[in-house]
């Protein structure tokens, strides 16, 4: 190929190219509006004639339009950079971020959830705790059982020291040698006593001791360690039979604030308490018994609790050791249900029968007057 | 701190507004008003404060170009727009690196953004090849292409900046570099 040829071919590339510059830059021009009308009017044909040129300014204006978009976009990044550096993130991000510590952290992400929880965990420690409270206060009733006996023991080795130095020489068999002692009442004429099972358990021999001092051998015929409840018949040859028990059985439980009394034995005398029925349950809600506002003291349980018109409402049974003033009472639903286990035939006249109670309508001197002889001090060897 | 921030954030309308014109001003208190929202939500879940920055960005973009398009219905705050749109951008984030997404902490009302992310995805990937285009042009191209389409300086600036003996030589210079960079930006 001869050289002019070869430079022919090349310069006209060049012009081509120079061409494409210059078509780029009228493009360019028109798409940006800077050319003149009559330029505007020639391209445009230009443009209907030729498919290449037409094809080139629309990619040209594709492409200008992904600059300016480009173009928008860094700018507004840029802007932002610039903004973003007058935060001070690190201090932000201090407040924000998950805390080092592992507890904040699950703290802070599961705040409701712990929130309900510990509600949850709240509640029931306060449950437990009551409930220990309570068990606590029920293993005192226990102990104050224990208590009782001792004082009872107590009391009575006074009395017993008394009698020695006051008759020694008559060893009558009143002699009280009691180790310790409760209160005891009839359920029937014939001579069946029932008390608390916690005044008699572990007895040698067991004695009852009306209100006139006489004592009489008896020998627990039944117990319930469920209720806490025993029923004791008299043995002894020298008891004469009582005449109709002077007070009925409570058949429905009584309500709260209804006056109630007791009879007992604290000491060798018999000594009334009076008090109302102070709530529906007893220790740990314990249904089988009331708690009664009622003052006792050692050697009450066992005693009855009466209602104002001489029903059986229930039997001492304890005290609370931290509420001063407050007794549990057996409901006399028990009563029954321990009567029951004896041989119905044995019980002679029955307590129930007794429809009306003959202490009702009476002042309270003439009740405790008529149920003393009913009330028996349980002594315990 | 965050309350001084919150109380300065413009109103729903206001942005819209201000975006439509451009302001600098409303960037600036749109941006600083719902940062520390998105930094918390970051940064609580696995992420670190150049994390929310990223993701922060991204989304303010998207709300941009969605007003810029004309296509923005106020249906709901713009606050949980922008919050929805970070959590569906990290959710992806944290699911490519294969970080633990299962369980995210929220902070906000979650609107479905799916469209709007995935449009600006593809938005995005014409701004990567660009800035790859450019990265690739080489000097004095990639400057002169910038100063002029992106600063906005003028053929006349440009001839002095880069001592061209007049502007005939600068433009010529210009479209050469035009045309390269279109030949690899449509470079499949």
């Known amino acids: 190929m001869p050289a002019t040829l070869k430079e022919n071919i090349f310069s006209t590339i060049i012009i081509e190219m120079r061409n494409d510059l ?14 003149t009308p009559q330029e505007t009017e020639a391209f445009e044909q230009l443009r209907s004639n030729d498919a290449t040129v037409d094809h080139k300014v629309v990619s040209h204006k594709v492409f200008l339009h992904k600059m300016e978009q480009y173009a928008e976009q860094l700018h507004l990044r840029e802007q932002m950079d610039k903004i973003h550096a007058e935060i001070d993130v690190e201090e932000m991000a201090a407040t924000l971020k998950p805390h080092p510590s592992k507890v904040v952290q699950l703290w802070r992400k599961h705040k409701s959830a712990i929130a309900v929880a510990a509600s949850f965990i709240v509640l029931s420690l306060v449950s437990i705790y009551s409930i220990q409270h309570n068990s606590q206060q ?47 009442f009839a359920i029937s004429t014939n001579g069946y006593i029932l008390t608390n099972l916690h005044v008699i358990n ?24 469920q209720y806490d409840m025993a029923i004791l018949k008299i043995s002894d040859k020298n008891f004469s039979n009582l005449s109709s028990l002077p007070y009925t059985i409570k058949r429905n439980s009584s309500s709260i604030g ?20 102070s709530s529906k349950n007893g220790f740990v809600g314990d249904t089988t018994q009331y708690q009664v506002a009622i003052s006792v003291n050692p050697g009450n349980s066992g005693g009855p609790l009466l209602d104002n018109n001489g029903n059986l409402v229930g039997v001492i049974s304890g005290k609370p050791d931290q509420t001063e003033g407050a007794a549990f009472a057996i409901k006399s639903k028990y009563i029954l249900e321990a009567m029951r286990a004896i041989p119905q035939d044995s019980l002679g006249k029955k307590l129930v029968s007794n429809r009306k109670s003959l202490l009702s309508g009476l002042k309270r001197t003439k009740q405790i007057e008529k149920l003393q002889d009913y009330v028996f001090m349980i002594k315990v060897y | 701190m965050n309350n001084s921030l919150k109380s300065s954030v413009p109103t729903d309308r206001e942005v819209i507004l201000g975006i439509l014109n451009n302001s600098e001003d409303t960037l600036n208190k749109l941006y600083k008003g719902y940062f520390a929202m998105v930094l918390q939500f970051i940064l609580n879940n696995n992420g670190d404060e150049d994390d929310a920055k990223d993701v922060y960005q991204e989304a303010i973009i998207i709300l941009y170009n969605k007003i810029k398009e004309g296509n923005f219905e106020l249906s709901s705050k713009l606050k949980t727009y922008i919050y929805s749109v970070c959590r569906r951008i990290w959710l992806k984030k944290l699911t490519q690196n294969s970080r633990k997404a299962g369980n995210i902490t929220d902070y906000e009302d979650v609107l479905a953004v799916e469209e709007d992310v995935e449009h600006h995805e593809e938005k995005d990937l014409q701004f990567v090849k660009m800035q790859h285009a450019l990265e690739h042009l080489g000097e004095p191209c990639k400057t002169i292409i910038q100063d002029f389409y992106i600063h906005n300086l003028s053929m006349q600036d440009i001839c002095e900046k880069f001592g061209y003996t007049n502007t005939d030589n600068a433009k010529t210079q210009k479209y050469k570099c035009l045309q390269r960079l279109k030949k690899i930006f449509f470079q499949p």
């Not at chain 1, 493009?27 to 940006?32: G, K, N, Q, S, V």
């Not at chain 1, 009575?156 to 009280?176: G, V």
């Open chain 1, 22 to 35: 210059e078509l780029d830059a009228i493009i360019e021009d028109y798409l940006l509006g800077k050319l």
């Open chain 1, 138 to 184: 029920a293993e005192k009733v226990v102990l104050l059982s224990n208590q009782l006996t001792n004082a009872i023991k107590t009391q009575n080795t006074l009395i017993r020291d008394i009698r020695k130095t006051a008759n020694t020489s008559a060893p009558s068999k009143n002699a009280n040698q009691g180790r310790y002692g409760g209160t005891g």
């Open chain 1, 202 to 225: 572990g007895a040698d021999s067991l004695y009852v001791q009306n209100s006139k001092g006489e004592s009489f051998k008896v020998k627990a015929v039944y117990t319930d360690s």
């Open chain 1, 258 to 277: 209804e006056n109630v009394y007791t009879l007992g034995y604290p000491k060798d005398d018999a000594v009334l308490g009076e008090g109302y029925v």
